[in-house]
């Protein structure tokens, strides 16, 4: 066993007892953690009800063992939330897929600060996409000059599939870029991607687009043209 932890912290426009049925809620969960597959429910199931600690008084809960998550009142209507990771288990196989599950909650507790502030209480539709390679995913779309601008920066680019992006950016870490995207009905767009390590030799490349107000047309023609770049531009995991 070892004490090193990994940790995220946002602070969320949304006061703290909206954050906590944010987190607690299957229904609200849906709208801001992963992104849509047949399996959903039941990871959200997995993961926020099954084998969890909480308190609802003092706003923590631990998750997965002992993924560990923190409301505090920021003040002015505000949430600092924390989320500390479970120590390494000790277990080769299991523990080998830490670094996979630090990028996991970075993803999501950025898409669930976005759903509160910008979405509340709104549905979205999303586009996964995920291979390996060693070219970021970021290079591949033609979007690097993208990767040294500070959260808040407005930013205008062409996307791969010839579509304009523009809107700010919505959170850097090492390994992934947020960006809002006007063009859909103010939906986002994360891009990950890690270095090759033993687990994954290769590296992982990944794409979330997450959008609102799509009429099903329109949002078939996003999925198609996405999917049809990324199939030529990202080899399959």
Known sequence: MTEERFTVEVTI???????????????????????HFDGLDKEIDFIYAEHVTESPQEHW?????GDRFELTDAGEGRTHLRMTRAPLSGDTEWDAYYDDVNEGWVTFIHQLRFALERHPGADRRTVFL?????????AAAGLD??????P?????????TGEPLAGTVWFRSDHQLGLTVDGWGDGL???????????????????????????????????????AWWSRSIPAA
């Open 130 to 138: 995920s291979g390996h390679g060693t070219t970021p995913p970021l």
């Open 189 to 227: 767009l994360v891009v990950a991607h890690t270095p090759p390590v033993p687990v994954h030799p290769e590296g992982v490349a990944m794409m979330i687009l997450t959008t609102y107000g799509r009429t099903d047309e329109e949002f078939a023609d996003l999925e198609a043209r996405w999917n």
């Open 13 to 35: 426009s949304a006061p703290v007892g909206e954050v906590w049925r944010a987190l607690r809620d299957p229904e609200q969960i849906r709208r801001w953690h992963g992104w």
């Open 152 to 160: 808040g920066t407005p930013y205008e680019h062409a996307a791969p």
């Open 61 to 65: 809960m631990e998750v997965q063992g």
């Open 145 to 150: 000059a993208l990767a040294g601008l500070a």
